[in-house]
């Protein structure tokens, strides 16, 4: 009995394993699609779209080369979707069969060793009656009074032995049932094998991890563009005040998955930080870093492993390292507003609003020289010293919030609902434009926006819930036949 019990063990630790897997890691199919470019030019386009609670990871991006545009799709489904798939119900169905026998066959086996045991232990007994009853047969004046009562004694003591046989007799008829379990057990798995062996999903999950290492090289290629489109918003989460702030590291190149949250604008000091993005989601798993000196607004940062914040009541730069928990550098922030001076139309002490893009770490902020105008400076991440600076011309008091992508701030005309980019500032030509790029103020008060170039997504604190957009990017790139 212990060699089937082996088999079924075997088969349910597979089962096991292909439906962790199935449920799990299964990605979806993977494509490229090659199409050609406008004659002369080569279109960039790249969009990302980040998972909500119900969704799944979305990149959509494209690198253009000497022949023309290859677009690059990745379409990673929620982790329940495989569960829909009819084989992994009927793998499921069949682990808890097999389940439910090799629980059975362990009650059963249990019941007759212990039932063996009893026979073994009655069989000298058995013997012995045999053997008297056979002389006193024989001999039928030798038995007395006292012996043949001792007799019925013994003959009353393995009444028993027919209890047990009976239910040897029942244990045998289950047994040819669970044979019979067990053969379409073999039949079922044998169907399954057959259909998963023609879709081979090991070898699609091989697959769309090579797809997803050249969507990677993709996107990386494709570099920067100019903000065309703003998509609709995916709520990820609803907690806190009215303002805060959340986000992940912005440093391109950085694997820290950690998410970390800041509510309120005012004399802040608690810093939330979970292990993930699913975590944060859930409003679980997390720690508390207690800042040594509060912030003021909502336009924290974090970069390369540090939380870079504005200390309230003051134009200073603190910088904060989350893996020591300690502020590892300050700096003023030469004649810059502070203290709701020069903050955004909504306010709130936003007078300094750090940020990072594809090129490093900025502050977006005015001065009284700049006349309350938005001005623009890169940040040196080590020293905080201000590398160069833009005077935009457009008045802070005026923008609802604004983001950098690529080198470019854009600016909101609103906070409120219905509000759209409608100013762009290029850092590298110095040159600004009036744009018309519209995005949904899902819950009509935005204290916070900011562009994470790592994630390629639009992180936003919208009236008390933590709000994700995905933006695309074009770019028009010279061909050889116009150099």
């Keep these: 009995m212990s060699v089937p019990i082996l088999k079924i063990g075997m088969v349910l630790s597979t089962m096991a394993m292909v439906t ?19 004659p002369g030019t080569s279109e960039r386009i790249i969009s990302a779209v980040y998972p909500g609670q119900e ?52 009650v059963l086996d249990l019941r007759t060793s212990r039932d063996l045991q009893y026979i073994r232990d009655s069989e000298k007994q058995l013997i012995s009656v045999e053997i008297r009853v056979r002389s006193a047969h024989s001999i039928l004046h030798s038995i007395t009074t006292e012996g043949l009562q001792e007799l019925k004694q013994s003959v009353l003591k393995c009444l028993p032995l027919l209890a047990v046989l009976s239910q040897f007799r029942a244990d045998v008829a289950q047994l040819e049932h669970l044979q019979q379990e067990v053969e379409r057990l073999r039949s079922g798995l044998s169907l399954l094998q057959e259909q998963m062996e023609a879709y081979d999903y090991y070898q699609l999950q091989h697959r769309a991890l090579l797809l997803e290492d050249r969507l990677q090289t993709c996107v990386n290629t494709v570099g920067c563009g100019k903000l065309t489109g703003i998509s609709h918003p995916v709520t990820i989460r609803s907690f806190g005040s009215r303002f805060g702030s959340w986000m992940m590291d912005s440093m391109i190149l950085s694997s820290d998955n950690r998410v970390w949250s800041m509510d309120g604008y005012y004399r802040g000091r608690r810093v939330l930080e979970y292990s993930s993005l699913s975590d944060f989601t859930k409003g679980q798993n997390f720690v508390v870093h207690q800042l040594p000196h509060p912030w003021a607004g909502t336009g924290h940062v974090v970069y390369n492993g540090s939380l870079y914040y504005n200390k309230h009541q003051t134009n200073i730069i603190v910088q904060y390292n989350l893996h020591s928990r300690t502020v590892t550098l300050q700096r003023n922030l030469g004649q810059a507003g502070y203290n709701n001076t020069f903050p955004y139309s909504w306010g709130g002490s936003s007078d300094i609003d750090l940020m990072a893009d594809e090129s490093g770490l900025w502050a977006v902020y005015t001065t009284i020289p700049n006349g309350g105008n938005l001005v623009v400076s890169r940040l040196d991440p080590t020293t905080l010293e201000v590398l160069k600076s833009w005077d935009t011309g457009f008045p802070k008091r005026s923008a609802g919030e604004a983001f950098l992508i690529c080198g470019t701030l854009y600016v909101t005309n609103s906070h409120l609902a219905g509000a ?30 900011d562009y994470n170039p790592r994630e390629r997504v639009l992180y936003t604190w919208n009236n008390g819930h933590q709000v994700l957009y995905n933006v695309t990017l074009f770019h028009i790139i010279k061909s050889f036949a116009d150099t």
């Excluded at 962790?20 to 406008?38: D, I, K, Y």
């Excluded at 690198?63 to 084989?87: F, I, Y």
């Excluded at 519209?438 to 204290?447: E, M, R």
């Design 55 to 106: 969704e799944g990871w979305q990149v959509f991006g494209s690198v253009s080369d000497v022949e023309g545009k290859c677009v690059c799709t990745l379409l990673a489904p929620p982790q329940n979707l495989c569960k829909k798939d009819p084989r992994h119900k009927r793998l499921r169905q069949l682990t808890e069969h097999v389940q439910n026998v090799s629980q059975y066959l362990e």
């Design 20 to 38: 962790n897997w199935m449920s799990q890691t299964l990605p979806s199919l993977v494509g490229l699609n090659q199409t050609l470019a406008r």
């Design 420 to 449: 759209k980019v409608h100013f762009a500032y290029n850092t590298n030509t110095s040159e600004y434009e009036y744009t018309d790029v519209p995005f949904h103020n899902l819950y009509s008060h935005i204290s916070m926006l």
